[in-house]
């Protein structure tokens, strides 16, 4: 497997838990505001769930968990389940209607499951976590440029051509999803995808999307990255043929 290869397939999978990430700070939205109690009432619930939560999970994920990010990005070892249960706890502290920041959640997702995966793909688990942090910052804010942007600045030059190798991918696996639901749909991931343009990504909830689509469309990516490779010259290589 080709370190192209793998790091298209790396995005694909930090694009994959961005989704996660998404749908698991929807629902836990969505079912603690059917409750049928008064909002003070529900977050005095949700407080005894975390109050019960933390003690099992590990007092880590509290607050902004700069400590897991810290001890990722510098290539400690983390719990392969760190990212799921920071998953957990901000989407059970948000969806519930408490303050906090989604981004720093976010940096702290991206880098532990990047620092978990990085072994499957022949990855140092600091560089790993490095790309992880990028790949999701892309795409659970649908941000790819600044997310490459913010990877070089941090990490440095260096990184660059790897930072954008798993940025676009994680940007194209989570669809037309966001931790941000008032953003504005500008364009499309796909032409073949049908939404609502500009039109806040929550008025898009409605259209559902097969997974099939999506393997679709990398298939074609695929054919089309595999095609470009064998006949680099484009049109005019054809011209020429012709011509001939």
């Known amino acids: 497997m080709t370190l192209t290869v793998k790091m298209l397939l790396f995005g694909m999978l930090v694009g994959l838990v961005a989704l996660l990430f998404i749908k698991t700070l929807e629902s836990a939205h969505t079912l603690f505001h059917r409750l049928p109690v008064s909002p003070p009432m529900r977050t005095a619930v949700v407080g005894a ?5 933390f003690p099992l999970m590990g007092y880590s994920y509290m607050g902004l968990s700069l400590d897991l990010l810290h001890a990722a990005l510098a290539g400690s070892a983390v719990a392969a389940a760190a990212f799921l249960w920071k998953i957990v706890a901000t989407s059970v502290t948000l969806g519930s209607g408490w303050s906090g920041g ?8 991206g ?11 022949g990855f140092s688990p600091q560089f ?4 992880g942090m990028v790949g999701l910052v892309s795409a659970a804010a649908n941000t790819p440029i600044a997310a490459i942007v913010m990877g070089v600045e941090l990490f440095g030059p260096g990184i660059g051509v790897a930072a954008a190798a798993v940025a676009i991918p994680a940007f194209l696996s989570v669809g037309h999803h966001s931790v941000y639901p008032s953003q504005i ?12 343009l ?12 097969h997974p099939r689509t999506y393997l679709l469309l990398w298939r074609r990516w695929v054919r089309r990255l ?15 043929r012709r011509a001939g």
Request: no cysteine; glycine share 6%.
């Open 49 to 53: 769930v975390l109050a019960l939560l």
């Open 102 to 109: 989604i981004i720093t959640p976010i940096f702290v997702v």
């Open 111 to 121: 880098a532990t499951a990047g620092s978990v995966m990085a072994p499957l793909f």
């Open 128 to 131: 790993g976590a490095a790309l």
């Open 185 to 196: 749909l500008a364009l499309r991931k796909a032409e073949s995808i049908r939404v609502h």
């Open 198 to 209: 500009n039109r806040p990504l929550e008025e898009n909830r409605d259209i559902e999307i």
């Open 226 to 240: 595999g095609h470009r490779r064998q006949n680099p010259s484009g049109k005019a290589f054809e011209n020429h």
